[in-house]
């Protein structure tokens, strides 16, 4: 079965400055789906980026990126610039290709200190 | 577009008692599922649907039940709730294609006591 591991439970970041969150997976699926999904204390899931495995370059949008190593099965979000309103839950999520399932990692609570 | 909707957005029910969650999307989306979210944890599959009536059981379905009679809507049942049901439900959709990404209505808070 597949699974996501995401090893910060907490990450702090000063406003204006670039931060990383980390997430490893295990599949043996070789197409496959990634995303990055922000959930604020209102609740909403809010997908942030999304990468296919089958593309070698790495996904942007705007000042989030990732860096998605498919030999090493890590998918890190980078973002830059950081800003008050970037706090919030942040889950990696897999989906194989052949599959309706979303799988989560348990989330990285990112804290944006002004 | 509203995207997708959810009712209530929050309930408190005895324990053996029953429920339906709403959920309905105005996207024409034919894939529609639900979710759960317990504290501290990433989102759970419960079922899914690939279109009208047809649906399918996802990661943990026990303890629930799905109906998938339009497009729009996808009613989650809880029958008999039992306090390991206490948590946060999410219904989502995406539209048809392989990379079409999931959106997510704005949950539901269910304590079951």
């Known amino acids: 079965a597949q699974t996501v591991t995401q090893s910060q439970p907490e990450m702090s970041v000063q406003e204006a400055e670039t931060v990383t969150l980390s997430c490893t997976y295990d599949t043996s699926e070789s197409d496959y789906y990634l995303f990055w999904y922000k959930q604020p204390p209102s609740r909403q899931m809010i997908l942030v980026i999304r990468?296919?495995?089958?593309?070698?370059q790495n996904a942007t949008e705007n000042r989030f990126s990732v860096n998605f190593q498919k030999a090493a099965k890590s998918f890190s979000l980078k973002i830059s610039d950081s800003q008050l309103g970037d706090a919030a839950m942040y889950f990696c999520a897999y989906r194989s290709t052949g599959s309706e399932k979303l799988v989560f990692g348990k989330g990285t609570k990112l804290t944006v200190n002004p | 577009n509203a995207g997708v909707t959810q009712t209530p957005k929050f309930r408190i029910l005895k324990i053996g008692q029953s429920m339906t969650l709403q959920c309905t999307q105005d996207m024409n989306h034919n894939y529609m599922y639900w979710y759960r979210q317990d504290p501290g944890m990433g989102l759970k599959l419960i079922y899914y649907s690939v279109g009208a009536g047809i649906t399918d059981k996802g990661e943990v379905p026990n303890g629930y039940n799905v109906s998938r009679s339009t497009t729009e809507d996808f009613p989650l049942r809880l029958e008999l709730a039992a306090p390991s049901q206490t948590s946060v439900y999410f219904c989502?959709?995406?539209?048809?294609?392989?990379?079409?990404?999931?959106?997510f209505g704005p949950g539901t808070r269910l304590t079951v006591t």
């Open positions: 989502a959709s995406r539209g048809q294609g392989r990379t079409y990404e999931q959106y």
């Open positions: 990468q296919e495995a089958y593309k070698q």
